[in-house]
């Protein structure tokens, strides 16, 4: 039986079903064990989350998709519908011609007929073939992203996908790509906490009509590309105390106050239950300043594919100029 119920939001793509703002995210390094992920999605379930996103570069479709399936013969859920599904295209298949193939074998990893969102992982492309997690940035080349964009386009018209958005998109690669669209990115998922607010992007993003999707929203402290800065916050730890909640539960309320959809990961029955309790109280205005005052810094910074004699030469250009 749901404790909480989740509040949805309305995408600009319009599809007629709206995305739950928190859901639970399966990234991790190394990849979880898919008995890991079906029993984390069980429990998620069971709680109340209905939003669950993945990536071909996870290494977790697989385990979802199963998820999902035994969710249904369990009756968990009633119908596929009931669950709002992200996947990721990985950046050796940013080439236009390889999109479509790479959502059909996304969507044959999960036994889904379509996803409920299809995102561009990286604004970077790289050969085929070369491995994710062990980038050799002498295989990023550039990005055509008219061509890659025109085939996410495809994949919503075919039905394939409810939704199309990007992800580690900055406020010049969106507008670039709004120059051009023919249907607009819904979403654009990036690292997002109080130690790295994304203000700029943030505003941008409203201002298109494009939700942001907040990612490691509690610094991903245990991953590869994560962070301690949240969970340890001296700032978020006064609030929390003076709250009566936990550093986690701040953080995630403060992404929700901002307006920002979450994934946030945990596999943990008691921290899946906590992180669900944020819907029913509110930070100060006073807690939100000083929030808003805690010092900046990204964590998931990109430099795999940052190479002085590759084709991106720094962190600049990656993020032009947003770092
Ligand atoms: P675990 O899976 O053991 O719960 P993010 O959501 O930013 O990606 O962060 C994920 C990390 O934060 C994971 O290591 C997860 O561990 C941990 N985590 C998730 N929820 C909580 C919580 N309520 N309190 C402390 N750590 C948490």
Redo the contacts with the bound molecule.
């Keep these: 039986m749901a404790l909480q119920s989740i509040p949805r939001v309305a995408l600009s793509s319009g599809n007629a079903k709206t995305m739950p703002v928190l859901g639970l995210?399966t990234?991790d390094y190394p990849h979880p064990a898919p008995e890991a992920v079906i029993q984390a999605v069980h429990e998620a379930i069971k709680l109340g989350y209905t939003m669950f996103d993945t990536a071909s570069a996870y290494g977790t479709e697989e385990a979802l998709g199963e998820a999902i399936s035994q969710a249904l013969d369990l009756g968990l859920i009633k119908s596929r519908d009931d669950v709002f599904i992200t996947s990721k295209i990985w950046c050796t298949e940013n080439h236009g011609d390889r999109v479509l193939p790479a959502l059909q074998k996304t969507l044959q990893n999960m036994k889904l007929e379509y996803l409920d969102q299809y995102l561009i992982h990286w604004p970077v492309s790289m050969k085929p073939g070369s491995e994710p997690f062990h980038v050799n940035q002498e295989d990023v080349v550039p990005m055509d992203i008219k061509s890659v964009w025109t085939a996410m386009e495809e994949c919503q018209t075919l039905g394939l996908t409810k939704s199309i958005g990007v992800s580690n998109f900055t406020c010049k690669k969106l507008a670039d790509l709004l120059a051009f669209a023919k249907i607009p990115p819904a979403i654009n998922q990036v690292e997002m906490?109080p130690v790295w607010q994304q203000g700029k992007l943030r505003e941008f993003c409203q201002a298109n009509g494009i939700m942001i999707s907040a990612?490691?929203?509690?610094?991903?402290?245990?991953?590869q590309w994560?962070t301690k800065g949240?969970?340890e916050s001296p700032v978020l730890m006064e609030i929390a105390k003076s709250k009566g909640k936990?550093?986690?539960?701040v953080a995630l309320r403060w992404a929700y106050e901002q307006g920002a959809v979450i994934?946030?990961?945990?596999?943990?029955k008691e921290?899946?239950k906590?992180?669900l309790e944020i819907f029913d109280w509110e930070l100060s205005d006073e807690d939100s300043k000083k929030i808003a005052e805690i010092e900046q810094s990204r964590a998931c910074n990109g430099k795999m594919f940052i190479s002085e004699t590759g084709t991106i030469k720094s962190l600049e250009e990656l993020w032009d100029g947003e770092v």
Aim: no cysteine; hydrophobic share 40%.
């Design positions: 995210g990234g906490n990612y490691s929203p509690l610094g991903a402290a245990g991953a994560g949240v969970l936990s550093v986690a539960q994934v946030m990961k945990s596999f943990n921290r899946l906590q992180n």
